[in-house]
């Protein structure tokens, strides 16, 4: 279903009439969203999970620490016995026991003895406390030991990281390093997981040239398909490029349906707006994808549907309307498909600093910008121009103008996209802006 809003604003003085009607932003996500449908579910080696989206909650099945043990290699004691120790009265015990990590089978420890202990090591019955090796004089038959320790000292419980039984993730979470870590600690082997989505990435343009070759004249090198790759595999799908096709529908066909069978998604950038060559359009159109005008800016055209069976988006060729139509439309759908729970980046409200912006009438506009996480400031990086892709790089925000607003001015508030942050200066707190 089509939903239309004009571009033809009441009220709005000096705004030029825009003739085509504009599907809205939201109608247009929900019609992407619903292309995708959900991966199925796939037990992987959980070294193998990283990045996919947990397909079931995740019970501790033991606890962690699985036993009480030492959080430091030295001496397993009993308080009372070196509680007038000092460097000038040291006390000495025996050594009875010696305890690396490892060793399930140490006798308890009885008052007025030391057992040598490791870090990591089971706790013998009976321990107080663990004096580190450094208060001691290190014997191994006996120990001379120069302070005294407070009951409790450099133990760690059982279950004082994780209780028998506890959530310690849940269905929809990212499987992230340390997340992995939990789980092998844990001793799971396998995890229940969504496969990673399959993404064709397809460059169209007679003028495209593959970087590493001689640019002749009127030429551009590629740089759509291996940016949109990249952000496929950045939100944790899988990425093919396909060789860059010309302007010609023949060649178009040839070199993506091949390899339709395999994918649960092709994800092509140029050839639809309203140009003479307009391969994208001209080789999908009548074929189940539908192009359309969105009430956006960068990110006007688009098109979305199936192609033999197969989900198709179809994003504007200016890199930066290709990139911000990804993150509007494609990585939404993309996450909600791998089985992720939250779909969306992260937003907050920022204070506009610097100049005016300007927005046209019914349109969503985006642009691109740096928000310091210390003061809550956002500048706008390089112009609205969708050519200049170097702005988006230096980013980490996307500032979102709503399509009723014409203008904002400094010092008002304006709701800001957070991106991942391409110079890693978005620690909020960490006073490296
Ligand atoms: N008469 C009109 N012209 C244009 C309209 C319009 O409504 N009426 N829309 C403009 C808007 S907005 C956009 S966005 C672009 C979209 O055009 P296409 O999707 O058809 O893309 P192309 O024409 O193929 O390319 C546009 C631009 O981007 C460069 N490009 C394309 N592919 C790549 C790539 N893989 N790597 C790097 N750069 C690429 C291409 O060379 C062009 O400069 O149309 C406007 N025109
Ligand atoms: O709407 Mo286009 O995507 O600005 O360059």
Known sequence: MWHVISGRMTGVSRQPRVAVELVPVAAHQAEVAALLSRTEIQRLPVEDCLGSALAADVTAPIPLPPFDNSAMDGY?????DIAGAGEATPVTLPVVEDIPAGRGDAPALQRGQAHRIMTGALLPAGTEAVIPVEATDGGVDRVEIHAPIEAGKHLRRAGSDVELGELVARAGD???AARIGVAAALGIAEL???RKPRVLVLSTGSELTEPG???EAGR???SNGVMLAAAVREAGGIATRLRIVPDDVEEFRAAVDPYLAEVDLLLTTGGVSAGAYEVVKDALTGQGVEFRKVAMQPGMPQGAGT???????TL???PVSALVSFEVFVRPALLAASGFREVHRPTTSATLDGQALRSPAGKRQFRRGRYHFDTGVVRVLGAQGSHLLSAM???NCLLEIPESTISVDPGSAVTVWLLDDPQNRSVPGSGRQ
């Open 213 to 215: 070759r001689p640019l």
């Open 76 to 80: 397993a004691v009993h308080c009372a």
């Open 393 to 395: 790089a230096e980013s």
């Open 192 to 194: 229940p997981v969504h």
């Open 307 to 313: 192609y033999r069976g197969v989900p198709v988006i």
């Open 174 to 176: 990212r499987l992230s």
């Open 220 to 222: 551009i090198y590629e």
């Open 316 to 318: 504007p060729g200016n």
